[in-house]
C-alpha cells in the first residue's frame, strides 16, 4: 500500500516562506511522478506543482516564480519550496503520486492525474 506523509506546515507571514516535505513508501514501482495540490477552505482542490519521471515540472501560474518542486530519490521525498508567500496561499497542501513514466504537460497538475494521497499538512500566511 503506498502511503505519503507531508510535513512541514505552519504559520508564516505574507513574503515568508516555508518548505513541505513529503515522504512515500510502499511503492512498488521504479518510474513514478509526484505533485503537490492545495484545498482552501470552500474551494475547490487545485494543483500547484508535480514533478515527473524524467524530472521536468509544471507549476500554477498563481506559483510560478515563487514555489519550486524537487525530490530526494534516495529519501523518497518530495519538497516543496514556497517563497514569497501571500494570504491566498493559505490552504491545506495534499502531496500525491502515481506510478508509470510521464513527462511535464505543459499545465498544472490535475487531481485525476494521481491515484495516490497524503493526508495533508496546513498552510497559514497572515498578512
Known amino acids: 500500500q503506498v502511503q505519503l506523509v507531508e510535513s512541514g506546515g505552519g504559520s508564516v507571514e505574507a513574503g515568508g516562506s516555508l518548505k513541505l516535505a513529503c515522504t512515500v513508501s510502499?511503492?512498488?514501482?521504479?518510474?513514478?511522478?509526484l505533485g503537490w495540490f492545495r484545498q482552501a477552505p470552500g474551494k475547490e482542490r487545485e494543483g500547484v506543482a508535480a514533478i515527473f519521471t524524467d524530472g521536468t515540472a509544471d507549476y500554477a501560474d498563481s506559483v510560478k516564480g515563487r514555489f519550486t518542486i524537487s525530490e530526494d530519490n534516495a529519501k523518497n521525498t518530495v519538497y516543496l519550496q514556497m517563497n514569497s508567500l501571500k494570504p491566498d496561499d493559505t490552504a491545506m497542501y495534499y502531496c500525491a503520486t502515481r506510478e508509470g513514466y510521464s513527462s511535464a504537460r505543459q499545465r498544472a497538475p490535475r487531481i485525476n492525474d494521481f491515484d495516490f494521497w497524503g493526508q495533508g499538512t496546513q498552510v497559514t500566511v497572515s498578512s
Open positions: 510502499g511503492r512498488t514501482g521504479s518510474k513514478y511522478y
